[in-house]
């Protein structure tokens, strides 16, 4: 069983301060790795999307990959009241169907 | 840009009737199109992917004649739920892939289905 795993949190952290969310999958084949954004009661939202090791880094947003551990990560920099959602992880698993594998989500609560 | 669209964004009907939802690529062409249920307080749960002129292919456990699935165009795919019963109310999402990167999806803004 193919799996994506975060931790449903909730994870609270004070305005101004950096948010760190974090995700490991189980396919070592895995070759896409994806961060959406959802607000209660709408859709996901693609925020950053990571394909080799290292940082890749847009605007407040940092997303780190580590094949070798099997690691995602999403940095969010001066977080804000209105980041406050559930950040989904999703993994385009190593069978090059284009399907997404996504983990059950991180709860952020940012307070002022 | 890569919008994508939902229609209806809610809909209430009778149990035995049957719903049908658009999903449409605004400005792009889709090469995959997915559809998903999310119930509350839970992950998206694929149902399906469509492309366009060939049959869906369903994810274990989806009824294929309950949720009926036409991909007619690259910009365009339908999902109709057949004699909807109260247990099909969900929140339905539709994704679309340009198959610029593999995996990478955008996703509509969703249909609330409420079956009384």
């Known amino acids: 069983q193919k799996e994506v795993e975060q931790n449903s949190g909730p994870l609270s952290v004070p305005e101004g301060a950096i948010a760190s969310l974090n995700c490991t999958y189980s396919d070592r084949g895995s070759q896409s790795f994806f961060w959406y954004r959802q607000y209660s009661g709408k859709s996901p939202e693609l925020i950053m999307s990571?394909?080799?090791?290292g940082d890749q880094e847009d605007g407040r947003f940092t997303a780190q990959l580590n094949k070798a551990s099997q690691y995602v990560s999403l940095l969010i920099r001066d977080s804000q009241p209105s980041d406050s959602a559930t950040y989904l992880c999703a993994v385009a698993g190593s069978g090059n169907t284009g399907k997404l594998i996504f983990g059950q989500g991180t709860t952020l609560q940012v307070k002022p | 840009g890569a919008v994508v669209s939902q229609h209806p964004s809610w809909v209430i009907c009778k149990s035995g009737t049957s719903v049908k939802i658009e999903c449409r690529s605004l400005d792009f062409q889709a090469t995959t199109m997915f559809w998903y249920r999310q119930f509350p307080k839970q992950s998206l749960m694929l149902m399906a992917t469509s492309n366009e002129g060939s049959k869906a292919t369903y994810e274990q456990g989806v009824e294929k004649d309950k949720f009926l699935i036409n991909h007619a165009s690259l910009t365009l795919s339908t999902l109709t739920v057949t004699s909807a019963h109260p247990e099909d109310s969900s929140f339905y999402i539709c994704?679309?892939?340009?198959?610029?990167?593999?995996?990478?999806?955008?996703f509509g803004p969703g249909t609330r289905l409420t079956v009384l």
């Open positions: 994704s679309a892939s340009k198959g610029a990167q593999l995996g990478e999806q955008f």
């Open positions: 990571i394909y080799s090791n």
